[in-house]
């Protein structure tokens, strides 16, 4: 068989959802109960088998081919399909956690992280401590024989970090412990996870795999059957599931992906290294520019980057003018998330929710929508001119 990139599986891929239909365009298979054709089958199903199916929470032809498509796209052994991304980010520790278990996030976690680290892990009697995203091997000394895994966000997706991941993998593995890491930024493409160390893969489908704003979606995709099943499990014991029209959405969106990013990649590139000639700017923060915080790591481990960055105003710009420079863009909405065709400005007060945070000026962060690259300069000379 011909061997495949990644790209032309999204439109062409090998593992076909059961009853061998075959089209460029998947269809949209709907069901609650699902028929089965004897008593026999009947007794014998089984929510792992994903050759049958078993009711509508377990799988449809629909979600059978968005499944395959991601887990062939990242290399992984199967996908678990959620409602959102922050649902899937919950799952990667739930299955792997129980009382008196230690887990690491990193500083710069997304922040709905922390929410689960101090609210449901922390009922649950398990043990969350942040760790220095740059620490690379270093986060040996801070894993205990209790830590049960390890999470990683590769860049951070406020302050742009980048994680030597393969360094905290063997630490990690040499302990016992597993590696989940958040891969929305390089939608599984300009990151290989699983070729770097990472067992456990999570994504928002929301941002680029969806990438037209208008649902919300999160994957699991496991290296092996044994950290699959474990997911699965949990996902099945809680009716976890994602309605079959979404996810039709998402796999409309698949085979544009690549080229999309291409588009946000030019453009953002483009973008963030006019920002540093800005007089108004003291720091981009962006993981291609040399300076940023991990960039070296960044050549080594991916291959691009997509539309996300950060900047830092100058030291006497700060929460009033910000948001002064936000109010002023036209084209830039003011909303969370990200990858989709929109643009999008945030501010973040880090002072609050960082440590050592170093810098006084206030922090923007822009997602770069698929816009004409003329049209967001212009808006952004608003910005600055509003300051």
């Known amino acids: 068989m011909t061997t495949k990139q990644p790209a032309t599986l999204l439109i062409h891929p090998e593992r076909a959802a059961p009853g061998g239909f075959r089209s460029l365009v998947p269809g949209t298979e709907r069901a609650s109960t699902v028929l089965f054709e004897n008593i026999d089958k009947w007794k014998n199903r089984s929510g792992f088998d994903e050759s049958i199916y078993t009711y509508g929470t377990s799988g449809t032809p629909t979600t059978r081919d968005l499944q395959n498509?991601?887990?062939?796209?990242?290399g992984g052994f199967a996908?678990?399909?959620?409602p959102s991304g922050l649902a899937a980010v919950a799952y990667a520790f739930l299955p792997f956690v129980a009382p008196g278990d230690h887990v690491l996030i990193p500083a710069n976690v997304y922040d709905p992280v922390k929410t689960l680290a101090n609210g449901l892990l922390k009922r649950m009697d398990v043990t969350v401590e942040q760790y220095d995203p740059l620490v690379g091997a270093g986060?040996?000394?801070?894993?205990?024989p209790n830590t049960r895994l390890v999470w990683v966000e590769t860049p951070g997706?406020?302050?742009m970090e980048v994680s030597d991941l393969p360094a905290i993998a063997a630490a990690a593995h040499a302990a016992g412990a597993l590696v989940a890491i958040d891969n929305t930024y390089s939608a599984g493409w300009y990151l290989r996870a699983f070729e770097?160390?990472?067992?456990?893969?999570?994504?928002?489908?929301t941002k680029y795999p969806a990438g037209h704003s208008d649902l919300v979606m999160g994957s699991i995709t496991a290296k092996d059957e044994a950290t699959w099943k474990r997911v699965k499990d949990m996902a099945l014991q809680t009716g976890q599931c994602c309605a079959p029209d979404d996810v039709y959405?998402?796999?409309r969106g698949l085979p544009t992906m690549p080229l999309r990013i291409r588009h946000v990649e030019r453009v953002t590139n483009e973008i963030a290294q006019w920002m540093q000639t800005r007089p108004e700017v003291k720091l981009v923060l962006h993981?291609?520019?040399p300076g940023s915080p991990g960039h070296e790591i960044w050549k080594r481990d991916f291959t691009g980057s997509t539309g996300v960055f950060s900047f830092v105003l100058h030291d006497q710009y700060g929460a009033d003018a910000a948001a002064r420079f936000i109010e002023a863009l036209e084209f830039f909405g003011i909303g969370a998330s990200w990858g989709g065709i929109g643009s999008l400005a945030l501010t973040y007060d880090l002072a609050k929710s960082r440590t050592h945070w170093p810098h006084k000026g206030a922090l923007i962060r822009l997602n770069i929508g698929l816009e004409d690259e003329r049209d967001l300069k212009a808006d952004?000379?608003?910005g600055f001119a509003a300051l």
């Open 69 to 74: 498509r991601l887990a062939e796209w990242e």
């Open 79 to 82: 996908t678990v399909l959620f």
């Open 139 to 144: 986060i040996a000394a801070q894993i205990k």
């Open 157 to 159: 997706s406020i302050t």
């Open 196 to 205: 770097l160390g990472a067992d456990i893969s999570v994504h928002a489908l």
């Open 249 to 251: 959405l998402v796999l």
């Open 287 to 289: 993981p291609a520019l």
């Open 380 to 382: 952004l000379e608003r």
